[in-house]
């Protein structure tokens, strides 16, 4: 019996919209096919993506940051493909695996903070759980904070941290938790003051939105937490492996003492899932304090030799090609050049990053005729207006953007840190094209969305 993958996707391609909407998530398809986003991509290297008519696009969405060194990198593909030609042994579980213990030792080595030991799983949700539980363990304490706008993964505990009501709705009652304002350490300090608090867990700058702490609030949060008897999580989900321009987005920062470091996400280079709780002695000797209690937690896909292939090759990929300094450099030049725009643009209202993290924020604007317009479109939905920027950087410039969170007015950059300078001054002209377009009203952008709103509450109507 042979297997064809490259026949069975040809053969089916042309239906991969209805099969998806049939046996998978109809919802979902029917809202990329009214945005236009229900695209056939056929190939993906790099920083670019390919659909069937052979038309080119950059990806400045990387998966939701998974591809830090692009699609399909050669050097991590071969390592994976060394593996399976060795046949090394994975998973036997009863075992030691050489290749966990050194990804282990690599990630120590680049997070610092006297890490101690390394929990794999597999996604930065199941980090986030592991390092719930490990918190509460530690301190026999079962409250657990998080800041406004925060997300660190949609299963049960970490939905208990989520700073949005709409992916928390319906789904409780959750784990105790409180939240905070991102940033106010007034606030934080007074929650801790109860004395029952496990742990907070923070992002250093926070996936929806690409909100940025003010200077020396980790440092000082972090001291709080010890001050209280709590731990002090940080969550480098999205922003580890290079993303803001060092290693970990921590690391611009002078004075933090994180207990646990949450990885996940560009880990393996985007063809593996895995995770990574970072863990200081003390939380590390709390959980596995015995032999007996030595494999009180685990996950049956957290000693992957295959994995951890992965996790190394993407490792010196990461240090070989200079990509951390890479999003530096070419994350300082793209937010100055959209920053540049603010003055010319009056739904354009501010733009915030690090590295090749990069939030641009919208607003009402001043002339009468564009308030209008804007009015009118958030009275259909608070999710529609930035739809009038990514339908056409992707329909008319082949660039591959999102919204930064549910009704939110910001669109977010996260492209792979594999992006050239040409890549950034394509953007730049797509982006200012879009900006000149919208700006006029009426005309083909605002007649698109109003498009988008009747064909939604059309379908909204029959579904009831």
Sequence with gaps: MSFDLKGLVETHLKEASALYAEHVNPRFARAMGLIGFDRRFVRARGAYLWDEQGRRYLDMLAGYGV?????????????????MALQLPSL???DLPVLVGL??????????????HVYFGSTGAEANETAIKFARKTTGKARILHATSAFHGLTTGALALNGSKIFREGFGPFTPTDQVPFGDLDALKAALSKGDVAAFFVEPIQGKGVHIPPPGYLAEASRLCH??????????????????????ALHHEEGVE??????????????????????KKPVYDAVFSSLERSVVHSSTFGKSNFAATAVLATLAVLDEEGLTERAARLGALLKDRLAAMV?????LHAVRGRGLMIAIDFGPPK????KAAWKTVHALSRDLFCQAITIPLLEDHGMLTQVAGHGMNTI?????LVISEEDVNDFVKAFEAVMDSLHRFPGPAWESLLRIARNAGSMKARAS
């Design 67 to 83: 591809f830090n060194i692009g699609r399909h990198h050669p050097v991590v593909g071969q390592a994976l493909k060394d593996f």
């Design 412 to 416: 977010k950059l996260i492209p792979p």
């Design 343 to 347: 003055d010319r643009y009056e739904f």
């Design 227 to 248: 001050q209280h008897g709590a731990l002090f999580v940080v969550d480098e989900v999205q922003t580890g492996v290079g993303r803001t321009g060092r290693f970990l």
């Design 367 to 370: 002339s009468l005729k564009l």
């Design 92 to 94: 036997v579980q009863m």
């Design 258 to 279: 994180p207990d646990m470091i949450l990885m996940s996400k560009a880990l393996s280079g985007g063809y593996v899932p895995v995770s990574a709780v970072l863990m």
């Design 103 to 116: 990804a282990a030792r690599e990630l120590k080595k680049r997070a610092g903070f006297d890490m101690a």
